[in-house]
């Protein structure tokens, strides 16, 4: 589910993810099918035929790897050999590891996202250009533990509510006084 997150919304992932196990319930099977099809069938999440070769190509490792398709041992591992495993998996990036630890694994990662990223810069709190992976490196270690899910939800919100990344709504942000591209955003014709 996580590599149909990849570039859509959260509303098209499910509804790829689910149109892809109600056609093949089992990793296996989806291993196995031409990937055309399953391109077809994840085609509502956007850049489907890159996806469904990326999640066959997973698949595939992790049977290499694991000796069937399956994660579990996981679990026993920290954060960070369990981030290196996942990174290490075709297509799989920091933040796609971070959002498997964060979101199913319930660990205290922090994923970086494109609002994330957007508000993160225009607050100050990291370099303006700054890339995702940048970000979460310098992000990460000043985001206490027990607030990293709860502070990447708010910033994700944030980002689709108010700072948008066309016409931000500068007038409305709570967080105005504390900004450090508001005042220029606003003044430029920017932001509303």
Not at 12 to 38: C, G, I, Q, Y
Not at 46 to 65: F, H, M, N, Y
Not at 66 to 85: F, K, N, P, T, W
Request: charged share 25%; with cysteine.
């Amino acid at each position: 589910m996580t590599v149909l997150s990849q570039h859509t919304s959260d509303v098209n992932t499910a509804r790829a993810f689910r149109s892809l196990k109600d056609r093949w319930p089992t990793w296996r099977a989806v291993r196995d099918a031409d990937p055309t099809k399953v391109a077809d069938a994840i085609r509502s999440g956007g850049l489907a035929d890159t996806k469904s070769v990326r999640i066959q190509r997973i698949l595939d490792e992790i049977e290499e790897r694991e000796g069937r398709i399956e994660l579990d041992r996981l679990h026993a591992l920290d954060d960070q050999s369990v981030e290196r495993y996942l990174v290490s998996l075709p297509g799989v990036g920091p933040k796609t590891a971070a959002c498997v630890l964060l979101f199913s694994m319930g660990r205290a990662a922090f994923p970086v996202d494109t609002h994330v990223l957007r508000v993160a810069a225009r607050l100050g709190l990291i370099p303006p250009g700054a890339t995702a992976e940048k970000a979460h490196r310098l992000l990460l270690p000043g985001i206490a533990p027990e607030i990293r899910y709860e502070f990447h939800m708010q910033l994700i919100r944030h980002g689709r509510e108010v700072c948008k990344a066309a016409r931000p709504r500068c007038s409305d942000c709570v967080l105005f006084d504390l900004c450090a591209t508001g005042s220029d955003l606003l003044a430029s014709g920017a932001a509303t």
